[in-house]
């Protein structure tokens, strides 16, 4: 028979072994077929405060030095990384700016640490389309350059982009669709135009 000690330590150690670094308090009692809630939430707390763990916000937890890009799409879900984010690193946009940005089903901003988080609120039929998002091992969910491209053009309607040249303008006509936006339609054309 294992002493709670005992079992408390094999929490953080089944935390630990899991290439995830973000998890949910959901995420946490299925890893651990645990079902009351209410104690793990007293373990889990314990931990945070031992500095084993953290809690970057309500309800979520995470090892030390966990990935910024998976917090990101836990906080909100169904969310994914895009925006200018993701066109900053494509090359797309040259302006730097440390903030990672979303899609979601609302619109926030949120600090944690030094890191701020920014979600924009798109359609929930665009949302749940998961063409052109790449979902990574890690649950990561990123935006391909295209995708991000038509959400930021959506959301965005007079942008100015640095350079369009990483884009496959097929990928970006395929997905121009799920949008169901003329003016989308007349802005993406206006642009290749003009390349």
């Given amino acids: 028979m294992f002493s709670s000690r005992e079992i408390e330590k094999d929490i953080v150690l089944a935390i ?10 959901n995420d ?5 077929n645990e079902s009351d809630f209410q104690s793990l939430n007293k373990k889990l707390n314990y931990y945070v405060r031992t500095g084993k763990l953290h809690n970057p916000r309500k309800g979520i937890y995470a090892k030390p030095g966990y990935n ?3 917090l990101a799409c836990t906080i909100f ?12 690193k ?3 946009v040259f302006q730097y700016d440390s903030r990672i940005t979303s ?13 701020q988080f920014v979600y924009r609120k798109i359609k929930g039929s665009t949302i749940v389309n998961t063409m052109g998002i790449i979902r990574q091992k890690n649950h990561i969910n990123i935006a391909s350059a295209e995708r991000a491209f038509l959400d ?5 309607k007079d942008y100015h982009f640095d350079n ?17 936006s003329k003016a989308l339609r007349l802005g993406v054309k206006k642009l290749f135009q003009n390349d």
């Fill in 77 to 88: 879900t169904p969310s994914y990384i895009s925006l200018q984010y993701v066109l900053q």
């Fill in 103 to 115: 899609v979601s089903y609302l619109s926030r901003v949120i600090e944690i640490g030094n890191q």
């Fill in 68 to 70: 910024p890009e998976e």
């Fill in 164 to 180: 369009l040249n990483p884009l496959n303008k097929e990928l970006v006509y395929e997905l121009l669709p799920l949008y169901q």
């Fill in 16 to 25: 630990y072994r899991e290439s995830r670094t973000v998890f949910r308090l």
């Fill in 90 to 92: 494509t090359g797309i």
């Fill in 152 to 156: 930021f053009l959506y959301l965005e």
């Fill in 28 to 32: 946490i009692a299925m890893l651990m």
